[in-house]
C-alpha cells in the first residue's frame, strides 16, 4: 500500500468521522484532523503553498472559530439532540442531491472541456496555476471556508433562537 492511498483512507476515515459525530467540538477537531491529512496530501503532491494553506487557514483558523462559537452555546441534551438532528434531515435532505450535481457540473466544466490556459501561463502565471492545476484543490477550498462560515452563522442563530 502506498502512502497516497494510506492518506486517502485515513482522510476519508476522519471526514466520516466529523460527519457522523453528534458532538460539535469532536466534529470540529475531526474537521482539524482532516485538513491536517489534507494537508500532508498537498506536500506530497508538490503543493507547499496549498498545503501551507490549508494546514493555517483550515485546520487552525476555521477550528479556532469553530470552538469558539461551541464554547458560547449551552449544551443540548441527548433528547434535544436527537430531535434536532430529526429536523436537519427534514430540512437538508435535497443537499447531497445539489452536491452532486453541483460537483458534476464543476467537474465537468473543469475536467473535460478544460480551461483554456495556455501551458506556458501555467508555469510562469499564478492564475494559470490556480486555475488549471489546482482547480479542485481550490474549489474545495472555497467549500471549506463557505462551510464554515455558515456553520458559525447558524451557531449563533441557533443560540439567540435559546435565548
Known amino acids: ?3 497516497d492511498s494510506i492518506l486517502l483512507i485515513a482522510v476519508i476515515l476522519a471526514a466520516l468521522w466529523t460527519v457522523m459525530t453528534r458532538s460539535l467540538l469532536k466534529a470540529a477537531l475531526g474537521l482539524a484532523v482532516t485538513s491536517a491529512i489534507v494537508a500532508v496530501m498537498l506536500f506530497n503532491f508538490d ?9 493555517s487557514v483550515c485546520a487552525g483558523l476555521i477550528t479556532a472559530v469553530f470552538i469558539s462559537a461551541i464554547s458560547l452555546m449551552r449544551p443540548l ?10 429536523k436537519r434531515i427534514k430540512r437538508y435532505w ?10 458534476f457540473v464543476f467537474f465537468r466544466s473543469t475536467f473535460l472541456t478544460g480551461l483554456g490556459v495556455p501551458a506556458e501561463a501555467v508555469k510562469s502565471d499564478v ?4 486555475w488549471s492545476s489546482m482547480a479542485l484543490g481550490l474549489f474545495g477550498q472555497m467549500v471549506i471556508v463557505l462551510a464554515g462560515v455558515f456553520g458559525t452563522v447558524i451557531l449563533f442563530k441557533e443560540k439567540d433562537k435559546n435565548k
Do not use: D, N
Not at 94 to 103: T, Y
Not at 127 to 130: D, E, K, M, T, Y
Open 47 to 55: 503543493s507547499p503553498l496549498a498545503g501551507v494553506f490549508e494546514l
Open 94 to 103: 435535497p443537499l447531497p442531491i445539489i452536491m452532486l450535481i453541483a460537483g
Open 77 to 86: 441534551t441527548h433528547k434535544e439532540t436527537i430531535e434536532l438532528s430529526k
Open 127 to 130: 492564475r494559470g496555476v490556480l
Open 1 to 3: 500500500m502506498t502512502m
